[in-house]
Nanobody
Framework: QVQLVESGGGWAQPGGSLRLSCAAS????????MGWYRQTPGNPRDLVAQ???????YYPNSTKGRFTISRDNDKNALYLQMDNLKVEDTAVYYC?????????WGQGTQVTVSS
C-alpha cells in the first residue's frame, strides 16, 4: 500500500510560479513510476507530467517547457515546478504512483491561477 499526500497548491497570478510536492509513504518509492495529473469539474483527469523509475520524463504539449517534474528517491518525494502559469492551469492536481497494475492516488491539491 502506498499513501500519497500532495502539498503546495494555492493561488498564483498568470505568469507566476508554484511548486507542488507529493510525499509518499513507502519503502519502494524508487521503483514506482510517478506522475502528476489535473482535473477540472466535469472533465476527466489529464496527465500533466510523468517521471518513471528510470527518471525518464514525459510532458504533454500543454505543459512542455513550463512545468518540470522531479523526484527525490532519498526523501520519497515527487515535485512539480510550475512556471509561466496560465489561467487554464487552474485545476485540482493529483499525484499518482504506479507499479505494474497497482495504481495509487493522492487526495489532490487545488491550484488557482487568476489575476
Amino acid at each position: 500500500q502506498v499513501q500519497l499526500v500532495e502539498s503546495g497548491g494555492g493561488w498564483a497570478q498568470p505568469g507566476g510560479s508554484l511548486r507542488l510536492s507529493c510525499a509518499a509513504s513507502t519503502s519502494t518509492f524508487s521503483v514506482l513510476d510517478m506522475g502528476w495529473y489535473r482535473q477540472t469539474p466535469g472533465n476527466p483527469r489529464d496527465l500533466v507530467a510523468q517521471i518513471l523509475s528510470t527518471r525518464h520524463t514525459y510532458y504533454p504539449n500543454s505543459t512542455k517547457g513550463r512545468f518540470t517534474i522531479s523526484r527525490d528517491n532519498d526523501k520519497n518525494a515527487l515535485y512539480l515546478q510550475m512556471d509561466n502559469l496560465k489561467v487554464e492551469d487552474t485545476a485540482v492536481y493529483y499525484c499518482k504512483a504506479s507499479l505494474g497494475s497497482r495504481v495509487y492516488w493522492g487526495q489532490g491539491t487545488q491550484v488557482t491561477v487568476s489575476s
